[in-house]
């Protein structure tokens, strides 16, 4: 039986302070953000269980992405404690393949992006968790995609297939150490965004453009962001979609969607929309939301062992 690390022994605390708080609150004040009404009209369909996580190794899945060259492969990942396994899976949950990072360590990773290249694709894993605000520098990985082949569902945690080296972009923030559980990439222009994870205050974003080159770059701060929920700063995961017009982010309870003005060529004026809600069903501990390689769903899976994989269509405009 796997040991309680300090990190996840806080992290349970914190979910079960947030789930408190939830119950003591009326659907209607759960929606409220600084005094603010979320919009009532959601942009999704009602959510839809696609199935379960078919991997019993996957049991902190914390952050997930759609593949960009890969037709219906998502790639997942455990959190803190674990190795540095990537795993790929579809959109019903079912197990395609465990591969492992030689040159990589697993100290906290709390979300994961996926980009393409030219012709190649990469995916981005964030070593960014620090819920005791202690470590001044944090990192991002950029690893080539596996290539996903029927016969790599028989890999396993004990016996992983072999994943090419990542290369490494090491960052800090200039107000000190934050925690953070949300990374981003945009799909155009290749920067970086990372969503603090607060309890009592607003979710600050900052962003870099990364070098992976192995030295330290420190990030921009741009914004803050608050969801219509209580706290309205936990931000566990989020994405931008294909189109970088949209981000959907989740906490614990929901998923919330900002949509870029029309006419906006600045990506950064997304922080200052409101977020619409957007139910991502029942989530164990949730903590990862993607879209789908065309933008036409949003997939959220949650921590422990076979959790079900709940999807969100969107609705046609």
């Known amino acids: 039986m796997r040991s309680l690390s300090n990190t996840n022994i806080t992290k349970i605390v914190a979910f079960v302070i947030l789930l408190l708080a939830a119950s003591m609150l009326s659907t209607s004040c759960s929606l409220l953000s600084r005094g603010q009404t979320a919009p009532v009209a959601e942009p999704y369909e009602a959510h839809s269980v696609s199935g379960k996580l078919e991997s019993p190794d996957l049991d902190e899945a914390s952050g997930i992405a759609a593949s960009k060259c890969q037709p219906n492969v998502f790639w997942t990942h455990n959190d803190s404690g674990g190795k540095a396994l990537l795993y790929a899976i579809d959109s019903t949950g079912k197990h395609l393949g465990v591969w492992k990072i030689e040159n990589a360590a697993n100290r ?22 620090d819920n005791e605000h202690r470590y001044e520098r944090i990192a991002v990985y950029r690893v080539p995609e596996p290539s996903v082949i029927p016969a790599n569902s028989s890999s396993t945690a004990k016996e992983p297939l072999a994943a090419e080296n990542a290369d490494v972009s090491y960052i800090n923030y200039p107000n000190g150490p934050q925690d953070a559980e949300a ?3 945009h799909p155009q222009d290749g920067e970086i965004y990372l969503l603090t994870k607060s309890n009592n205050s607003p979710s600050q974003v900052y962003k870099f453009l990364p070098r992976f080159e192995g ?6 701060r741009v914004a803050e962001v608050t969801v219509p929920a209580i706290p309205n700063g936990s931000i566990t995961g989020g994405d931008i979609s294909p189109d970088g017009r949209r981000v959907i982010l989740c906490d614990y309870f929901a998923g919330y969607e900002l949509v870029l003005p029309e006419g906006s060529s600045n990506f950064d004026d997304i922080w200052k929309q409101k977020p619409v809600r957007v139910g991502l069903g029942q989530r164990a501990i949730g903590e990862a939301v993607a879209y789908s390689a065309d933008g036409s769903f949003v997939i959220a899976v949650s921590e422990k062992k076979n959790t079900p994989v709940n999807t969100a269509r969107r609705k046609p405009n």
């Open 108 to 129: 906290d990773w709390e979300d994961i992006a996926a980009i393409k290249s030219g012709d190649k694709c990469y995916v981005l894993i964030g070593e960014i968790g």
């Open 183 to 185: 990374l981003l990439a």
């Open 215 to 220: 030295e330290t770059q420190s990030l921009e």
